[in-house]
């Protein structure tokens, strides 16, 4: 989702800021990333024409998703469990102070 809003730019005038309010996670923007490269190609097994040669079908979207998120589960899961991930502390939160002099 995007929030706008009008800012002064003191002596430049006014422009407008705009700014996302969600952030996906690192799982979720692996499945959006599978999503995207799987979403036109990615076939199940529908039978066989009269030929006998294998028909397919593209997946559900919904069949995409379920896919592309438990692919992205089982890759974070198994680079969590070599060492890969490195997490940053918390940040203590900033208090809402003057600043001057002291």
């Known amino acids: 989702m995007l929030r706008s809003q009008v800012r ?7 422009d407008v800021g705009i700014w996302d309010t969600e952030h996906l996670e690192i799982e979720a923007k692996l499945a959006a990333s599978m999503c995207e490269r799987w979403g036109m190609v ?3 097994a529908d039978g066989e ?8 079908k593209l997946s ?3 069949g995409l998703v379920e896919r592309a998120f438990a692919v992205s589960k089982l890759f974070m899961d198994r680079a969590r469990k070599d060492g890969l991930v490195h997490t940053s502390p918390d940040m203590p939160p ?5 600043i001057g002099p002291e």
Do not use: F
Request: no cysteine.
């Open 8 to 14: 002064d730019r003191y002596a430049q005038g006014k």
């Open 42 to 44: 990615a076939a199940e």
């Open 49 to 56: 024409d009269t030929a006998g040669r294998q028909k397919l």
């Open 60 to 62: 559900t979207p919904a």
């Open 94 to 98: 900033v208090e809402d102070r003057e």
